[in-house]
Nanobody
Framework: QVQLVESGGRLVQAGGSLRLSCAAS????????MGWFRQAPGKEREFVAA????????YYATSVKGRFTISRDNAKNTEYLQMNNLKPEDTAVYYC?????????????????WGQGTQVTVSS
């Protein structure tokens, strides 16, 4: 399995922006579709966004579409999540995940590797 490490989470004011990164190692990064999930306190983990192996296809949860952008740099073995116009309801631990599929979706069972998470807190 590929190993994943997220970074970039911090406290930010509502309306602000953050870019999360997910560094992969141990396997060929371009062999994996990638995704971002998040878990808010007291809630189940939920899908945020996904990107195909090539980066040409992306999917977003309705709640973040138009504000968040998922991308990847296969040469740097890194996935990104650019988050703009952040809202207090975006507060959560954000996880990156890797799937052996060409493109994965919102189901957690599609992903075989997970990072440890990075905390994003949005203050009002």
């Amino acid at each position: 399995q590929v190993q994943l490490v997220e970074s970039g989470g911090r406290l930010v004011q509502a309306g602000g922006s953050l870019r999360l990164s997910c560094a992969a190692s141990g396997r060929t990064f371009s062999d994996y579709a990638m995704g971002w999930f998040r878990q808010a306190p007291g809630k189940e983990r939920e899908f945020v966004a996904a990107i195909s192996r090539s980066g040409r296809t992306t999917y977003y949860a309705t709640s973040v579409k138009g504000r968040f952008t998922i991308s990847r740099d296969n040469a740097k073995n890194t996935e990104y999540l650019q988050m703009n116009n952040l809202k207090p309801e975006d507060t959560a631990v954000y996880y990156c995940a890797a799937s052996p599929k060409v493109i994965a979706g919102r189901a957690e069972y599609e992903y075989e590797s997970w990072g440890q998470g990075t905390q994003v807190t949005v203050s009002s």
